[in-house]
């Protein structure tokens, strides 16, 4: 790893080096927090978990070969060298900062409050037929999965697509602190963390601290349908490249057309001509995420014929918007997350799904003093999209559900309490051909639904 000797690293994050110092002046070759990973020559940092110490495993990780271990504490029995830091957490983020700056490599930070996941997997599929793209995995989108993000970087990749979540005030301008961005893109302002950032006002403000560490010269990218985002004229001097469907927009849509659950078609307009596109996932929403990979693509010199290859090569992930056909149904497997705005608009696709539609609804967290409120927004919503059954499942959706209900009266509602009542429902409230959506905050483990309805009977 370029220039992370372990007297740089140990500079970068303001620990103390002991150790030889032969071990001093060497590279580290990777850097990790889990210790089934050690291999000679990583630099394994003990992180104090919920579950787990990993001050129990520095033992382990140097039987392993590994070349240093990060600590809060001395070793017991240190049998390599070990850098002593305050915090361990704090280190890697100083680290990671350290090791971005050593790197020629243009950074793309997504955030927003819907659709983080899906844009970066959008401008990820286009910027990589041009460039050696390094992406986000998973959830290392938080203090402690952007620094290892930034760790699987390596000199040959051109460009890195970070996904940047957060739920407080002041976590986005550590990761920004970190991630240095040239581009900055924000998918929308919803009404999500509200328990801890109070209102849309209050997630502007902090998704808006991605900004502050912008890189001179760099581009900003922002939803333009999105009336918060819409207002924000200039970024630390520099005039947003506006996305949406709205005809102002720079990089804007026309010509939409559904193609169900095969996905949607449309026509991309931009300063530069336009270019019809077939999007392989369904949805409006998917529109705006090709809209802002192509406001991307441009900014870092792509052709409209490279921007839609890498839009239709766009694969679905597993948990969100995922179609599976299995035991004669088609399950939507959306269960990764959950707020109101993607709830909605998961529901208005499956309105316009085949067959009997059946949307199999769960709770939504950290939505505080709002959350009956929201609830029943959706409800609402799950009442007017033409759906036949609605099976709502815990405390919360019971609000759905009456909601729901309410909006459509000959819609049939079954509402649980928990996830194992509506398992033990399945067999029986489910048929062959239905298209069924599965969708709820992480929390409801909602994979075992989907797990339920997929495998074999």
């Given at each position: 790893m370029k220039n992370l000797t372990l007297t740089n690293i140990a500079a970068a994050c303001g620990g103390v080096y002991h150790g030889s110092a032969e071990d001093a002046q060497k590279e580290v070759s990777d850097i990790i927090t889990d210790s089934r990973k050690a291999a000679p020559g990583v630099l394994f940092a003990a992180i104090r978990g919920e579950r787990a110490d990993g001050h129990a495993f520095v033992?382990?990780?140097?039987?392993?070969?590994?070349?240093?271990?990060?600590?809060?504490?001395?070793?017991?029995?240190?049998?390599?060298?070990?850098?002593?830091?305050?915090?361990?957490?704090?280190a890697?983020?100083?680290?990671?900062?350290?090791?971005?700056?050593?790197?020629?490599?243009?950074?793309?930070?997504?955030?927003?409050?819907?659709?983080?996941?899906?844009?970066?997997?959008?401008?990820?599929?286009?910027?990589?037929?041009?460039?050696?793209?390094?992406?986000?995995?998973?959830?290392?989108?938080?203090?402690?999965?952007?620094?290892?993000?930034?760790?699987?970087?390596?000199?040959?990749?051109?460009?890195?697509?970070?996904?940047?979540?957060?739920?407080?005030?002041?976590?986005?301008?550590?990761?920004?602190?970190?991630?240095?961005?040239?581009?900055?893109?924000?998918?929308?302002?919803?009404?999500?963390?509200?328990?801890?950032?109070?209102?849309?006002?209050?997630?502007?403000?902090?998704?808006?601290?991605?900004?502050?560490?912008?890189?001179?010269?760099g581009t900003v990218v922002l939803n333009g349908d999105d009336d918060k985002l819409s207002a924000l004229e200039q970024v630390k001097?520099?005039?947003?490249?506006?996305?949406?469907?709205?005809?102002?927009?720079?990089?804007?849509?026309?010509?939409?057309?559904s193609a169900g659950l095969r996905g949607v078609g449309c026509t991309i307009c931009d300063d530069q001509g336009s270019f019809s596109v077939t999007i392989p996932i369904p949805g409006e929403h998917m529109v705006r995420n090709a809209l802002a990979a192509t406001a991307v693509g441009l900014a870092l010199g792509m052709e409209h014929d490279e921007i839609r290859r890498g839009i239709e090569k766009l694969k679905p992930l597993s948990g969100r918007f995922h179609i599976i056909e299995e035991n004669g149904i088609t399950v939507v497997d959306d269960c990764y997350n959950a707020n109101p705005a993607s709830m909605e608009a998961s529901l208005k696709v499956l309105g316009q799904a085949p067959g009997r539609r059946v949307a199999i609804l769960g709770d939504m967290g950290e939505l505080g003093e709002r959350e009956r409120e929201l609830h029943e927004q959706v409800g609402r919503v799950e009442g007017s999209q033409n759906i036949q059954l609605g099976i709502c499942v815990g405390p919360l959706s019971h609000y759905l559900a009456e909601a729901a209900q309410k909006e459509n009266p000959d819609m049939e509602i079954i509402a649980t309490d928990t996830v194992e009542e509506a398992l033990e429902g399945l067999p029986r409230w489910i048929q062959k051909g239905d298209t069924v959506l599965v969708k709820a905050s992480h929390f409801m483990h909602f994979e075992r639904i989907v797990e339920a309805l997929t495998s074999s009977r």
């Open positions: 033992a382990q990780v140097f039987q392993k070969g590994a070349l240093c271990a990060l600590v809060e504490r001395e070793p017991a029995d240190a049998a390599g060298a070990y850098i002593l830091v305050e915090s361990t957490l704090k890697l983020m100083d680290i990671a900062e350290f090791y971005r700056q050593q790197l020629n490599v243009k950074v793309v930070g997504v955030t927003g409050s819907v659709g983080k996941t899906s844009t970066k997997e959008m401008i990820a599929a286009v910027l990589s037929e041009k460039y050696r793209v390094l992406k986000t995995l998973g959830n290392f989108n938080n203090e402690l999965g952007l620094p290892l993000t930034v760790f699987r970087l390596r000199e040959e990749d051109e460009v890195a697509v970070l996904e940047m979540g957060i739920n407080h005030f002041g976590e986005m301008h550590r990761l920004s602190k970190i991630a240095r961005p040239d581009i900055c893109v924000i998918t929308n302002i919803g009404t999500c963390h509200l328990e801890f950032l109070g209102d849309r006002d209050g997630v502007l403000r902090a998704k808006s601290e991605i900004f502050d560490f912008l890189l001179p010269d001097g520099v005039r947003p490249v506006f996305f949406g469907l709205g005809g102002s927009c720079a990089v804007r849509a026309s010509d939409i057309e």
